[in-house]
């Protein structure tokens, strides 16, 4: 905890006094929620803050969106099944390189949101494929 900085006077408002506290704090990642805690001095006037790193939380933290990203990858490798297209083809429809559906897959690289919003639209919709052909 901040310690060292309980009773000194807040440097964003300049009127509240610091305390040491830790809060819950939620992050959403690609519409997935992460809860932490994060520790740190508070001010009881303005709710600014001086948080204390915790190298565990970073950790969970990139974990969480590593899984994420898993899933994504699974849920496109799902999709493009579906639609009985090669990657190569998958590809070419998403308007990346030859490879890019291999990389999106095997986690290689992270496809853009209009990758991802093209094969969920195209998953509920197949018959526009022939669209897009």
Request: hydrophobic content about 40%.
């Amino acid at each position: 905890m901040n310690n060292n900085l309980t009773g000194q006077r807040c440097p964003s408002c300049a009127v509240g006094i610091l305390h040491d506290d830790s809060k819950i704090v939620t992050q959403e990642y690609k519409g997935h929620t992460y809860q932490s805690q994060m520790h740190g001095a508070f001010c009881d006037q303005c709710d600014e803050a001086i948080v204390s790193f915790d190298a565990a939380e970073e950790v969970a933290w990139l974990a969480f969106r590593d899984q994420v990203d898993r899933q994504e990858a699974s849920q496109l490798e799902g999709i493009r099944k579906r639609l009985k297209l090669t990657q190569a083809q998958a590809a070419q429809l998403a308007g990346g390189g030859k490879n890019a559906f291999s990389r999106y897959e095997n986690g290689q690289a992270k496809p853009v949101a209009a990758v991802i919003n093209l094969f969920k639209l195209l998953d509920k919709h197949p018959e526009l494929i022939k669209e897009l052909i």
